[in-house]
């Protein structure tokens, strides 16, 4: 069984500074990686995926992720934060196509929020 | 690209009623799921479909039962809502050959 560790709920950064959203994960085979965004009342869109290949993933609106295996994590940057992104963050972690009976295991979340 | 709609984006019940939550999307994926997501506690999956008709428990099946009679549409059902039922419900798809899902809006429901 695969598990989603992420460090602080609440996370508050100025703006412009570097956002940092810390994932952990655990899993038995190889993993596939998401980052999620939810801004308030809405659904979660896909901000980046790791699936194979170049552990540096680029995303949409400045994010980027480096899966790095040897220290099982998958943590979320930004170099400069934009009013924009408040919002929550989650990180989830797959063991196969199309999810499967498990779906997607997510871990809590961290709301980000960006100082003026 | 992939719409995933979901009928209703608020609804308030009583408890003992019978609810149900629709779900849509128009991109042909064979996988279809619910969650609920609860502060603090994340996304907890309920139910999965991976056909018409088929469909395996998650991890908090108890209380809810699903329904997926067309591809396109997978319905979540609550026999007799509970105030612990109260929460936040999203429907996500994704091919059974990709990995990230789509979700919908998302339905808060309000059991009182």
């Known amino acids: 069984a695969q598990s989603v560790t992420q460090l602080g709920s609440h996370v508050s950064v100025s703006e412009g500074a570097l956002v940092l959203l810390r994932c952990n994960y655990s899993?038995?085979?190889?993993?596939?990686l998401f980052w999620y965004v939810q801004y308030p009342n809405q659904g979660l869109q896909l901000l980046l995926k790791y699936t194979t290949g170049a552990t540096l993933v680029k995303g949409i609106n400045g994010f980027e992720a480096e899966f790095k295996k040897s220290e099982t994590s998958f943590h979320l940057t930004k170099p400069s934060a934009h009013m924009s992104d408040a919002a929550e963050y989650f990180c989830?972690?797959?063991?196969?196509?199309?999810?499967?009976?498990?779906?997607?295991?997510f871990g809590k979340g961290t709301h980000l929020i960006i100082q003026p | 690209d992939v719409k995933v709609t979901q009928s209703s984006r608020y609804l308030v019940k009583r408890t003992g009623e019978k609810v149900f939550l629709e779900c849509v999307q128009d991109?042909?994926?064979?996988?279809m799921f619910w969650y609920r997501q609860d502060p603090g506690l994340g996304l907890r999956l309920i139910y999965f479909s991976y056909d018409v008709k088929m469909k395996e428990k998650g991890d908090i099946p108890e209380g809810y039962s699903v329904s997926r009679e067309k591809k396109e549409r997978f319905s979540l059902i609550l026999e007799s809502a509970s105030t612990n039922q109260t929460s936040m419900y999203l429907c996500a798809t994704t091919r059974q050959t990709t990995y990230e899902q789509y979700f919908g809006p998302g339905t808060r429901l309000t059991v009182t």
């Open positions: 989830a972690v797959s063991d196969r196509p199309g999810g499967g009976a498990d779906g997607l295991t």
């Open positions: 991109m042909d994926h064979e996988n």
């Open positions: 899993s038995s085979v190889p993993p596939y």
